[in-house]
């Protein structure tokens, strides 16, 4: 077995006492890394690298020989569960994610059907080999996408500016969306269980559209089904934690720290003071850093770095990220520049 | 000179009692009328109408001869500032705003100059004829766009997804980013100080990008100019109502209060009832119905008028609107069913 025990990550997600704030990255195994682009080459393109266990081990363990990071977060996409879903997911080169099925008709609604987990080995295998593979100190996430997300690319067939046709669901076709929310939730439970028994320590969810939502809406068609998922995964595995990132959630964390998940991602339109003061007793916190910030020089990453840090403040639940993905066109050196920086301007925060 | 003093939307700007809520659209002169597509045909292109009075002003009333509604929003554009600066707007089919000319070099932010309110004269003249011609009872609304937001699309050159560019400028050479912004806000004070004096009766600034910010830039630089213009209106016209419309502002609702504006335009993620705990005794809200409601059912429309009502509650201070401007699919018999609701359904709320 690995040991685990003093992982900074797993002791600052249960709001233990840590000698300095964990810190890991959301897509730090990506396209701003030149080994990464050079591996996916190999694959041929995005979804191939996903099939590919070893392949998929192999960009996910890249950026932690480059930099001190906490944790591995597999790598993976949050679409699987369509594409297993038989949606025909691909990526068009700079268009995003596409679905060559996409959910458009209440009979598709009806005709999806909740994957067999087989058919999503590959991404077990990988866990499974990068557990083996990776530092046996560091944790390994997990992860999947949040019943609303998958919902909107499935409906919208891709991206959307406007998310008119899953609204248009909610608002006149409600029962048919509940009926695709629930085979997802069940979907999406049993996919992060599976990821669980292949060896990872920690799961998170990215709602990524949670917050185009009214809060009625939200409550109902997005953390509702996340909370199913929580108690579906802490009802087998009470000690594997959960992380709840709701994008431009910062209205609803009360009701996001209620779900009984472990910690809340926080984007970066939130203040990490103010966030605390609404839920700092009931959850760690992850972020939250404004992605852009890497696209600027070091002294002035290292200045806000240390400003996330200050917001936060002292004791123990902070675990410093991004406040969303990182950007293709980041210089890998500005990432070594916020490590560093976190490594060095955050164990006055855990003074004991 | 025009009988206002009963105007209900005037009234319920400065919280005063009235019989019903007052209600009207965002963007309710737009396309989704088949007499403005007409008319906008004969224009030639988006632009020209902006920039022909006559027009202009069809545009604006053909929405109050169709529906009860209880004001009237001067047709214009928030980019006609940066035009007027020289960057040479133009609209691409189905491509939204782009500048021929962006800012996109320290040198070009310098070369910006404060434009003279002349080189804007369309659009007092367009303000004046639409006062003359409208119900002398109905108020006129005249808008601007906030610095911040002309600054993003004037520095990306159009829409943007990731606002890299103006990131950058904030981040980067923060000194250039405030240097422009400060231009922008001499100019949108001024040009609204020219609309009153053409005759509008209450203006409204659209903050259509603020919510991209973390909340210390929004702070320093959407919130803080618009203060400055908000104090520069009020100094030269104490009784002029100003409506503040920050798109994804829920998190700073008190902030915004405490600018000095009347109002707050409320998008569709915040609940109103939660919106006026936070700041009902400083200012009046608007808002907000989900634009996505007017694709669905009468039934439907009627029922969330009716949620949104209600979480407002009782008493002065509530504009009906939407959460955001209106979209282009819209059935204009989905609008009559929202206005008709809102006449219906609102008196409860204002018995005394």
């Excluded at 233990?16 to 080459?41: D, F, S």
């Excluded at 087989?118 to 100190?137: H, K, N």
């Excluded at 594997?240 to 996001?256: A, C, D, R």
């Excluded at 917001?311 to 560093?340: C, K, Q, R, W, Y």
Aim: net charge negative; glycine share 8%.
């Amino acid at each position: 077995m690995y040991d685990l025990n003093q992982s900074l990550f797993l002791r600052a997600l249960r709001r233990l006492p840590v000698e300095r704030t964990p810190v890991w990255i959301m897509r730090q195994a990506g396209r701003y890394l030149p080994e990464y682009r050079k591996t996916r080459e190999k694959a041929g393109d995005f979804l191939s690298l996903c099939k590919n266990p070893e392949l998929a081990c192999e960009v996910t363990l890249q950026p932690l020989r480059r930099f001190p990071l906490d944790a591995a977060i597999l790598f993976s996409d949050i679409l699987t569960i369509p594409d297993a879903m038989g949606l025909d997911l691909y990526f068009a080169e700079g268009e995003g994610p596409r679905f060559g099925k996409p959910v458009q008709t209440l009979e598709a609604i009806d005709k999806i059907t909740v994957p067999d987990i087989s058919a999503l080995s590959y991404v077990m295998d990988a866990a499974r080999l990068i557990r083996q593979e990776m530092p046996s100190t560091l944790p390994l996430i997990g992860f999947a996408g949040s019943p609303w997300t998958l919902a909107c690319y499935m409906v919208e067939g891709g991206s959307s500016r406007d998310f008119k046709r899953i609204l248009n669901l909610v608002y006149s076709e409600d029962k048919a969306a509940h009926r695709l929310l629930n085979k997802l939730a069940i979907s999406v439970g049993e996919y992060l269980i599976a990821q669980i028994k292949a060896g990872v320590n920690a799961v998170m969810i990215f709602d990524t559209w949670g917050g185009i939502l009214t809060p009625c809406n939200y409550m109902d068609y997005s953390l509702n089904y996340m909370q199913h998922i929580i108690h579906q995964i802490k009802s087998e595995y009470p000690d594997i934690p959960v992380i709840l990132f709701t994008k431009g959630g910062g209205q609803w964390l009360e009701q996001m720290a209620a779900t009984g998940c472990d910690a809340l991602g926080i984007d970066w339109t939130c203040d990490l003071y103010n966030a605390r003061q609404r839920v700092g007793n009931q959850v760690a916190l992850q972020g939250n850093l404004d992605p852009a910030v890497l696209l600027s020089t070091g002294e002035c990453i290292r200045q806000h770095v240390g400003q996330v840090l200050s917001s936060f403040g002292s004791g123990a639940g902070h675990i410093f990220n991004l406040g969303h993905g990182i950007t293709p066109d980041v210089a890998p050196e500005s990432v070594a520049a916020m490590v560093a920086a976190v490594h060095e301007l955050s164990p006055q925060y855990h003074l004991r």
